[in-house]
C-alpha cells in the first residue's frame, strides 16, 4: 500500500467509474451471433501460425507508431521503458474514456472499421464482450502462452479462452477482503468475524449498541460487489459454451443463499444499502457511519485517499467464509492490456502487451506509481511490497493480507457476454429489493427472468438450473 496517497486518488469519482462500476454498455450481439454462425468463442482464424524470433526482431526494428487506448494516469512512465528498450517503436496514449465510454467508442470504431486503437485497457468482465465479436487478437503466436506461469493462476483463466487462446494480459487485480474499523470493534467488543454468522451476529450487536452505525454497507447500485460476494461464495452464475450457448444462474442455490443473509440483514435495518462512491458514503466513511467495507485489493489505497480522517484506524482482514474449512475469494476489479485484431501492427501491438504487464520494472511501477494491486506473481512474493507497513492501517501489512486472499480465487468464474444488461438488470431487481427492504429473494427469480429473456433475443441459446 503507498504511504501517500494524496496524489494518486486526488479524483476518486474518476477512479470509481474505472474500478468500482460494472462497465460494457449497450450492446446488440444478434448480428455478431448470425455473423459467426456459432461454433467455439475464438478467432475464427484459430491460433495461427507462430511468428519466428526473426520476424518479431525485424518488427520491433521498423519505424512504427502504435495507439494506445488507457485511461491509466501517468502510465506513459511505463510506456517509456518499452520505447527505451524498443526505440523504433512509438506509442500514442488515448484516453478514450474509462469503462463504458471506452468501451462504447471501440464498439463504435470496430463497426465503422476505422478509428480503432491498436491496443486498449480492458478490464476482466469485459473480454467475453469483444472475444464473441472476434474483435481481439489471440496472442498466442506472439509468444503469451510462455507468460502463463508468470501471473496468478485465476487471472490468466480470465484472459483465456475455452481453447487455449490468450486474449489479454492481466495488469492488475481486486481480490476481495474485508477493512474494519479497529477502534469501533474494540470499543463494542467485537471480534473480527471469521464465518458469515458471525458477521451477522456483530452486525445486530453494533447497531443495536449504537443505531447511528452499521457493521457495512452493501450498496443497492453496486453489482460488481454482488458478483464479488457470489464469486467467493462458489456460485457459478454464467457458464458459456462456444459463441451462443449460455447457462444462466442467478437465482440457483447458492445465489438464494446469498440473497437470503443479504436480503434478511438489510429488511432488518442492520446493514446500510446507500449508493456508493458519492458524496454521502464518503462522509459516511469518514465520520465513521461504517465498521467495515468489503471491498477489493485496490480499497486500501483508495480509502486512505478518501477517508483521511480515520487515519490509524482501520486495518485489513480476510472476509468472513461460508464454510471455514474451504477458504475462499472472490474479486472486484482489475484490468488487462487486449490487442485489438485489427491491428496492422500485430507483433508490435503484441509485443507491447506482453512488454507492459510482465516486465518487472513496469510492473512494479503500476503498483507504486498507480497504487495497483499486482497480477504477477514475482511481486506478490516482492518482500518489499509485502513489507509495506502503512500508518493508516496502524502499521499492518495490508499488502501481505490481500496477496494471501489473492491465492484462493476460484479460477473457474465466468463473465457473461452481456455484463452491461446484467448490471442493468440486477440493479433494478435485486439492488432494488435491497434499497426497498423487501423480497430479495423475488428479485433474483425477477433478475433470472429478465436476463434470460434479453439473452434469448440476443440470439442465445440459454440452460437454466
Known amino acids: 500500500m503507498p504511504r501517500n496517497t494524496s496524489t494518486s486518488m486526488s479524483d476518486p469519482s474518476s477512479m470509481s467509474r474505472r474500478l468500482f462500476l460494472a462497465t460494457t454498455g449497450a450492446l446488440s450481439l444478434g448480428a455478431a451471433l448470425t455473423a459467426c454462425g456459432g461454433g467455439d468463442s475464438g478467432s475464427s482464424s484459430g491460433a495461427g501460425k507462430p511468428v519466428s524470433q526473426a520476424d518479431i526482431d525485424k518488427a520491433m526494428k521498423t519505424p512504427t507508431e502504435l495507439t494506445f487506448w488507457t485511461w491509466v494516469p501517468n502510465i506513459a512512465k511505463e510506456v517509456a521503458l518499452f520505447e527505451a528498450k524498443y526505440p523504433a517503436v512509438k506509442v500514442k496514449i488515448v484516453n478514450a474514456g474509462q469503462g463504458t465510454p471506452q468501451y462504447t467508442k471501440l464498439r463504435t470504431a470496430l463497426k465503422a472499421g476505422s478509428g480503432a486503437p491498436d491496443m486498449v485497457q480492458m478490464e476482466f468482465q469485459a473480454i467475453p464482450t469483444f472475444t464473441i465479436t472476434d474483435s481481439l487478437l489471440d496472442l498466442r503466436p506472439y509468444g503469451a502462452s510462455a507468460l502463463k506461469s508468470a501471473f496468478v493462476d485465476w487471472t490468466w483463466g480470465q484472459v483465456s479462452g475455452s481453447k487455449g487462446e490468450v486474449w489479454a494480459i492481466p495488469q492488475d487485480t481486486g481480490p476481495m477482503g474485508m477493512l474494519y474499523r479497529h477502534d469501533i470493534f474494540e470499543k463494542h467488543g467485537i471480534e473480527v468475524p471469521k464465518t458469515w454468522d458471525e458477521f451477522a451476529s456483530a452486525a445486530r450487536k453494533l447497531h443495536k449498541a449504537d443505531p447511528g452505525i452499521y457493521l457495512t454497507n452493501l450498496a443497492a447500485n453496486q453489482v460488481a460487489a454482488w458478483h464479488g460476494l457470489l464469486w467467493q461464495a462458489g456460485g457459478k452464475p454464467y457458464v458459456t459454451s462456444g459463441k451462443s450457448d449460455i447457462t444462466i444462474s442467478v437465482d440457483d442455490a447458492v445465489s438464494k443463499k446469498l440473497g437470503a443473509y443479504w436480503g434478511g440483514l438489510a429488511k432488518e435495518g442492520v446493514i446500510g444499502v446507500e449508493p456508493d462512491f458519492t458524496d454521502s458514503w464518503y462522509a459516511a466513511l469518514n465520520k465513521g457511519k461504517y465498521a467495515t467495507w468489503l471491498t477489493g485489493a485496490w480499497g486500501p489505497a483508495f480509502l486512505s485517499g478518501s477517508a483521511k480522517a480515520t487515519s490509524g484506524k482501520w486495518r485489513a482482514a480476510p472476509l468472513p467464509q461460508w464454510d471455514t474449512a474451504k477458504p475462499s475469494a472472490g474479486n472486484w476489479g482489475g484490468s488487462t492490456t487486449a490487442v485489438i485484431r485489427s491491428t496492422k501492427n500485430p507483433i508490435a501491438a503484441a509485443m507491447f502487451a ?75 431487481t435485486v439492488g432494488k429489493s435491497l434499497a426497498d427492504k423487501t423480497d430479495t429473494l423475488r428479485g433474483l427469480g425477477t433478475w433470472q427472468s429478465r436476463l434470460t429473456t434479453y439473452a434469448k433475443g440476443q440470439g442465445f441459446t440459454v440452460k437454466t438450473p
Open 354 to 428: 506482453q512488454f507492459l504487464n510482465s516486465d518487472p520494472a513496469s510492473a512494479k511501477m503500476f503498483a507504486t506509481e498507480q497504487f495497483f494491486f499486482p497480477a504477477t506473481k514475482a511481486l506478490l512474493a516482492d518482500p518489499s511490497f509485502l513489507g509495506d507497513a502503512p500508518a493508516f492501517y496502524g502499521g499492518q501489512k495490508v499488502n501481505q493480507v490481500f496477496a494471501d486472499i489473492s491465492t484462493e480465487v476460484d479460477p473457474s468464474f465466468q463473465w457473461p457476454p452481456f455484463l452491461d444488461q446484467a448490471a442493468t438488470d440486477w440493479t433494478e
